[in-house]
């Protein structure tokens, strides 16, 4: 029986694709783990596709001299990761491809970036000269934000752009927090 397992390659600076094609021309098993990051792109929510690990490519093969040197001369290819004396590549945990596999089919390789506000959330000041003051969302117009917050003993209604502030979990709200009503 054929031990095949999965290895990982270093490729050349932006031949990620190169190196895809080119090992998947030679008959290779490749895996190329993407993930979806939701963001902002001019004013609006996008999802883009991107690598889990950039500059990286997954390759499943048996472990043989000529194979695995083949793999180091392929365009765009650096060169196969070795953590082993003799040079040899080193193989990844058995069941790690299979999981990220799981996971990306799943839906689960997914992060957002979108700072989901409400009306009535309470908000944190990222910086400034009211860094890590609170306040109340009064309503969110696109990447604008208008919120009131205590200073001076007095309510002063403020806009900032969403990436300047940061959620407060309704358990995590400080114990002298002042309710806005």
């Not at 997954?58 to 040079?87: A, M, P």
């Not at 009131?148 to 400080?174: S, T």
């Amino acid at each position: 029986m054929i031990d095949v397992h999965w290895y990982a390659a270093k490729t050349k600076a932006g031949q990620d694709a190169i190196a895809c094609t080119n090992l998947g021309r030679q008959s290779f098993t490749i895996y190329y783990p993407q993930m979806v990051i939701e963001r902002y792109r001019q004013g609006r929510i996008t999802r883009e596709t991107e690598p889990l690990f950039p500059g990286y490519v997954l390759i499943s093969f048996h472990l043989d001299n000529t194979q695995w040197r083949v793999i180091n001369n392929t365009r765009g290819v650096y060169k196969l990761l070795s953590f082993n004396e003799d040079g040899r590549p080193s193989r990844m945990p058995d069941g790690e491809v299979e999981s990220l596999q799981d996971q990306e089919k799943q839906g689960k390789l997914y992060i957002s970036e979108v700072v989901r506000l409400r009306r009535g959330d309470l908000v944190r000041l990222k910086f400034g000269p009211s860094a890590d003051r609170i306040g109340e969302v009064l309503r969110t117009r696109g990447e604008r934000v208008e919120f009131l917050m205590q200073l001076l003993g007095r309510r002063i209604r403020c806009i900032a752009p969403r990436h300047a502030l940061d959620l407060v979990p309704r358990r995590a709200q400080p114990a002298g927090a002042v309710a806005m009503a």
